[in-house]
């Protein structure tokens, strides 16, 4: 069975989601975060696993499920934290972030059976998840992060060491406010579609 891997960030006022203020303070963003960090939990929490692992910065707080083993991210680049992340797996393991608050367990539910990695790319070039059936840190070191060829360089990393990928469905991360209202259509029940809302509601009082 495969290890579900989250990395995040703790969801405190100008640390998170930054691109969303303005319309929001950053109070809201920070409150916005944290709604699309629990939702993208309790799917993975929802999810069949051998383990369950939150790799944070920062420390786990009321929004943190049952089920889940939390550790440090190490310091250095987006691409250092990833393959930290991988190296601490043993067999199969998918990871994904906190920005696609509308993933489901469907959507988490992978099979190693005929493929060797999983890629989930994202509408802004991007990846929303990557998945690898033997977890080898050398796959994402060096792979320049937060640009808009993130994706196909990475999965060109992947293609190139000869492995086996089956894509995931192209989503939409949460970075801009029109982001953050085309995600919480997509999921409209969960955390982040009420806090939105809220947030929303308070930004056209200001």
């Known amino acids: 069975m495969t290890t579900l891997l989250v ?51 920062g420390s786990p707080g009321p929004w943190l499920p049952p089920g889940f083993d939390v550790v440090p991210q190490c310091t250095g680049g987006l691409d250092e934290r990833l393959a930290d992340a991988f190296g601490r797996c043993h067999g199969p393991a998918l990871l994904i972030g906190m920005d696609t608050p509308q993933v489901t367990p469907a ?9 060797d990695a999983y890629f989930g790319p994202a509408e802004d070039g ?7 059936a033997d977890p080898d840190p050398a796959l994402l070191r060096g792979v320049p992060m937060s640009t808009p060829v993130t994706g196909a360089v990475q999965r060109e990393r ?38 939105l809302a809220l947030c929303a509601a308070a930004a056209d009082r200001r």
């Open 126 to 132: 991007g990846f929303w998840a990557l998945g690898l």
């Open 158 to 195: 992947l293609v190139g060491a000869g492995l086996r990928v089956r894509d995931l469905p192209c989503l939409r991360d949460v970075d801009t406010a029109d982001d953050a209202h085309a995600v919480a259509a997509l999921a409209p029940h969960g955390r982040f579609a009420a806090r």
């Open 7 to 57: 990395i995040a960030k703790e969801p405190l006022p100008g640390r998170v989601k930054t691109r969303l203020t303005p319309p929001f303070t950053p109070e809201d963003a920070a409150e916005l975060a944290e709604a699309a960090l629990a939702d993208s939990l309790h799917a993975v929490a929802a999810t069949p696993a051998s383990q369950r692992l939150l790799v944070l910065d």
């Open 107 to 115: 959507l988490l539910g992978v099979d190693f059976s005929d493929c």
